[in-house]
């Protein structure tokens, strides 16, 4: 399992300090609770991972479970034309400032270290590809 955390309070922590060196009027931050966290990524990953073309994605296609009971909003990677088959992606968050996991084969795959990069990114509001 790949914890995305170190990447989110490191940016957190650059975030906080440099608010703290300017007198200007800041942008509001974003919202870091597990929930609109993952929205942000999953209209990222749709975009970028899913609808774009990447090779990297193709076979795959984007289940959302954003409506969590769990406290766990998450998005799945699954087989295109097998959508019941067992995920081969997992990113979810947990609490607030939101926790980020991503498991499982494309995970753990050579795509591995790119998903962490986008999935941190787009967590903390990057919108490109």
């Known amino acids: ?7 989110l ?3 957190l922590a650059a975030t906080a ?3 703290c060196q300017s007198d200007r009027q ?3 931050p974003q919202n870091r609770a597990a929930l609109p966290t993952m929205e942000r990524v999953a ?3 749709n975009s970028c991972w899913f609808k774009s073309g990447d090779a990297a994605f193709k ?3 984007l289940a959302p479970e954003l ?14 034309h097998s959508p019941e088959s067992r995920p081969l992606l997992v990113v979810q968050a947990e609490g ?5 996991d991503a498991f499982g084969p494309l995970a753990d795959g050579p795509q591995g270290a790119r998903i962490k990069q986008d999935v941190v990114r787009w967590a903390n509001g990057g919108k490109n590809c």
């Open 59 to 61: 076979d795959y296609r």
């Open 43 to 45: 209209l990222a990953a």
């Open 96 to 100: 607030n400032p939101a926790r980020l």
């Open 26 to 28: 800041q942008p509001q």
């Open 1 to 7: 399992m790949h914890k995305l955390t170190t990447g």
């Open 67 to 80: 409506n969590s009971f769990s406290g766990r909003p998450r998005i799945l990677a699954v087989p295109r």
């Open 17 to 19: 300090v440099t608010a």
């Open 9 to 11: 309070v490191t940016i």
